[in-house]
């Protein structure tokens, strides 16, 4: 099968708003467009909506993920001591929630059961706190209303989340180290499926019906992966830019990356007939 991979600019250091900036983190949704992490002068900015706020919280390492059209979250993704290192935003600047979601976060995914977030070996092997279950799905106040070590004893053992993207519903799908399953959990339950060797240690993933999508780092470039889950075989469909993460099923791409050295971010699209079987 001949696979075609699509790259959108959708933002570009052309643009007039990136002229005095430099591109920290975005995020993006067909429905709301794009929201910006931007740095000045050892400062952060959000860009969202045409308008421009400094950010209202100190952060070493924000990331920034749209809630809904009126409200962003910013989250701290080290956070060494006790203290509150996600929080929601309003449009105008003021603070709807916050809360302490942990330390180590590898990737942050919103979904209307609330904020999934994942997390690297050195939050996962803490001796205590969220970050500790691998991965865990908060509400919008903040309340741990699951958690995957504890609530699911049986599923592949998270050592390092290596990739994590909404599915339908309030699924979620993640690829965790050390075997490299894909693994999806719905409802409270879990399926996990063995992964063909040459997609492991993959960065990111996104998956549409019974299609899987892999990210797998090659030198300068990222590498884009076709798999048809349960199969053996694997099919290159092209080379990415950037720092990729997955998509969920309710955008139209499958991959949105930032490329920090070229202060751009673009969308992966890959039209696949068998996407939405």
Not at 64 to 78: G, P, S, Y
Not at 92 to 121: K, L, M, Q, R, T
Not at 242 to 263: D, I, Y
């Amino acid at each position: 099968m001949n696979t075609i991979l699509h790259t959108e600019v959708l933002l570009s250091e052309k643009e007039a708003v990136l002229n005095s900036y430099r591109l920290y983190d975005a995020d993006w949704k067909d429905k709301y467009g794009l929201v910006l992490l931007v740095k000045r002068k050892q400062k952060i900015f959000i860009l969202w909506d045409g308008s421009s706020s400094e950010i209202p919280v100190n952060m070493s390492y924000p990331t920034v993920r749209w809630v809904d059209k009126e409200r962003i979250l910013l989250i701290d993704t080290r956070n060494d001591a006790d203290r509150q290192n996600a929080f929601i935003l309003k449009k105008d600047g003021s603070i709807y929630s916050s809360f302490n979601v942990g330390d180590g976060i590898a990737d942050a995914v919103i979904g209307a059961e609330g904020i999934w977030i994942s997390y690297f070996d050195e939050g996962i092997f803490k001796e205590e706190g969220p970050s500790t279950e691998g991965l865990v799905l908060f509400d919008f106040e903040g309340n741990s209303v699951f958690s995957y070590h504890s609530d699911l004893p049986e599923a592949p053992f998270i050592s390092d989340c290596y990739g994590l993207v909404k599915g339908k519903g309030a699924a979620i799908w993640l690829f965790p180290y050390t075997e490299f399953p894909l693994v999806q959990v719905d409802a409270g339950n879990f399926t996990s499926y063995e992964v063909p060797e040459g997609l492991h240690s993959s960065t990111a993933i996104s998956v549409r019906g019974n299609i899987a999508y892999f990210v797998k780092g090659a030198g300068s470039e990222e590498v884009l992966y076709r798999w048809e889950i349960g199969n053996t075989q694997i099919q290159s469909i092209g080379k990415g830019q950037g720092q990729l993460r997955g998509l969920g099923p309710q955008e139209s791409g499958q991959f949105l990356s930032v490329c920090h050295s070229k202060n751009e971010v673009l969308l992966y699209t890959i039209p696949d007939e068998q996407n939405y079987q």
